[in-house]
């Protein structure tokens, strides 16, 4: 069973992970490509580019902090059912 600081913990990168995505939204058609590449001027496309290398490595590093809850999660119920 997870104690209080892991629940803490799981909490809290849910609440950062929903907030990185509410924040983020507004973006999506243009990262997603509904803007064309040929409309942007080098600056922006750059500005995208590196405003997209960023996105990824906010989301990596979500997802390695939710690989380690869960990781303390399958722990703790390995450790229930012996």
Do not use: N, Y
Not at 38 to 58: F, K, P, Q, V
Not at 60 to 73: E, K, N, P, T, Y
């Amino acid at each position: 069973m997870l104690d209080e600081e892991e629940w803490a913990q799981v909490m809290a990168a849910r609440s950062a992970s929903s907030a990185a995505l509410r924040a983020r939204e507004p973006d999506r058609p243009s990262e997603a490509g509904a803007i064309g590449t040929t409309t942007l001027t080098e600056a922006e496309l750059r500005d995208a580019i590196a405003g997209l290398r960023t996105l990824e490595r906010e989301v990596s590093d979500q997802r390695r902090a939710l690989f380690g809850v869960i990781d303390r999660i399958d722990v703790s119920l390995a450790a229930q059912l012996r």
